[in-house]
């Protein structure tokens, strides 16, 4: 086939029209026989609105196609050698005298018959298009068609498909609607890409029930073939459905697209769906996917997983998620709220140690005691009592809401510290409070139970001391200590 009939085949090199947009049979100057379309099979008013378009449901008719003369192919080959020069020529293609031969010919028009006509314009539309000259390349295939039914069926069918693409680029979609009604009157199939296409022009036309009836056909057609429907179907999917409100549909694309077409940002849609539909379970499974993947870069999502992992008594894990987040990634701010959450969590993964740390600087950062009140009980569960007396006065210093139950705290560290005459102070303190004033009263029983003891034990130690310096000096004996 030479590059003549290989644009009469269907050749043009733009991706746009990338798609067999023409199909004309090859150059030939005996009458051509080609077929005329059947029924129409576009649906259309208010009650098919939400149907799907189908194709003609009858083969088309034959026509008789006038032939090309040998002055035609000659003509055409030299404005062809214009636009494509042969490769041993050392020619550039040089468009604008492509264009100023067909215009000429143009000129003189009426010399030619109709499929000749046709052929001409064909060529002018072609040499527009190279050119960027989209509303010259429209007028031109418009003067293709117009030429019907003296022109072959495959070529005016495949010019109505151009023109609906190229009126779509332009957003003229209702002309675009025009151009692909008159396509599927000439077609007896239509495939998964031209559904999607439909899909994406109702879209712009603001129909999305339309819209998704063409997108589902599409992805129908590809699943029913065993092929993975293109990732582009999948996203009008989920977008036409998430725009309706439809959720659950919504999440079941979703599911397919991290199926077919992993990526992080989809793990993420999901899982923000999953939330959406109050599946937390299965929000926190794909959040992990996110995290495992590096994904997960925002620090309401990485506090808002480790409070999962809290509440689903996984405290381990939500540790190292805030942990990782704040000292290594930094995506975490070490706020005096974040820090006590990691606090939490390693105290519930019994890090004692690791929790008292965190603690301590989360505490720090507050401007309000509450922390350091939490601090002081800490500190008394590890026996470290003279920290839970500082934390405890500086959570009193800073205001608290339950003063009682810190000067209780504070009493009964100091208690511990042997310190009873203060003990007992702060335990009066705790005791203003109806609801500490029976624990703080009987700390405030046993610290005078044990000074009174220590007391009575310091003065028998006394006595003791002193018969034993009598005795030691009277008698010369030398005795045991108390």
């Given amino acids: 086939m030479n590059k003549l009939q290989a644009f009469f085949a269907g050749t043009l090199n733009r991706s746009l029209l990338a798609a067999a947009l023409f199909t004309a049979p090859a ?5 051509v026989n080609e077929v005329a379309p059947g029924a129409a099979g576009w649906l259309q008013g208010s009650v098919l609105a939400q149907e799907l378009i189908q194709p003609s449901s009858t083969p088309p008719e034959t026509r008789r196609i006038p032939g090309i003369s040998q002055r035609l192919n000659e003509e055409l080959s030299e404005v062809q050698s214009f ?20 215009q000429e010919m143009e000129s003189n028009i009426s010399e030619y018959n109709a499929y000749e006509q046709a052929q001409i314009y064909n060529f002018i539309a072609n040499v527009h298009f190279q050119m960027d000259n989209i509303d010259r390349t429209i007028d ?51 495939d998964a890409d031209e559904y999607y296409i439909f899909s994406l022009l109702f879209y712009q036309m603001g129909d999305a029930d339309r819209a998704l009836v063409h997108v589902n056909e599409a992805v129908e057609m ?10 582009n179907w999948y996203a009008m999917q989920r977008l036409l459905y998430f725009e309706k409100e439809d959720y659950r549909n919504t999440l079941n694309v979703l599911k397919k697209m991290v199926r077919d077409y992993p990526k992080v940002s989809t793990w ?8 959406l539909l109050e599946e937390f379970d299965n929000r926190l499974h794909s959040l ?13 999502i990485l506090v808002s997983m480790a ?48 929790s008292m740390v965190e603690m301590e600087k989360a505490a720090e950062k507050s401007d309000e005691g509450d922390l350091f009140a939490r601090l002081s009980a800490i500190y008394m569960l590890n026996d470290r009592y003279e920290d839970s007396v500082e934390a405890a006065r500086e959570a009193l210093d800073k205001g608290v809401d339950r003063a009682d139950q810190v000067y209780l705290r504070m009493g009964t560290a100091l208690v511990n510290l042997e310190r009873y005459d203060d003990a007992i102070e702060v335990l009066k303190e705790a005791a203003k409070d109806k609801r500490s004033e029976e624990a703080a009263k009987q700390w405030i029983g046993y610290a005078e139970d044990e000074k009174a003891r220590e007391e009575k034990a310091r003065r028998d130690e006394e006595r003791y001391q002193e018969r034993k310096r009598k005795w030691e000096e009277e008698d010369g004996l030398v005795l045991p200590g108390a």
């Fill in 27 to 31: 150059v030939s100057t005996v009458v």
């Fill in 83 to 102: 636009i494509d020069p042969e490769e041993d020529s050392g020619r550039e293609p040089d468009l604008n005298e492509a264009l100023r031969l067909l």
């Fill in 140 to 190: 031109a295939f418009e003067q293709v068609v117009a030429r019907s039914p003296q022109i072959p069926s495959g070529l005016e069918t495949s010019t109505w498909q151009v023109l609906g693409k190229l009126h779509m680029q332009e957003e003229n979609f209702d002309a675009a609607l025009d151009a692909f009604e008159n396509w599927t009157n000439m077609v007896t199939s239509i």
């Fill in 222 to 231: 590809a699943e029913q073939n065993g092929e993975i429907p293109e990732e």
């Fill in 268 to 275: 993420r849609q999901l899982s923000d769906m999953y939330s």
């Fill in 288 to 300: 992990e996917v996110v995290y495992l993947l590096d994904g997960l870069d925002k620090e309401n």
């Fill in 307 to 354: 409070s999962m992992y809290l509440d689903r008594d996984i405290p381990y894990k939500a540790a190292k998620v805030l942990e990782k987040g704040i000292y290594e990634d930094e995506i975490i701010e070490p706020t005096s709220r974040n820090l006590e959450l990691l606090a939490n969590a390693w105290s519930m993964a019994q890090e004692v140690e690791k």
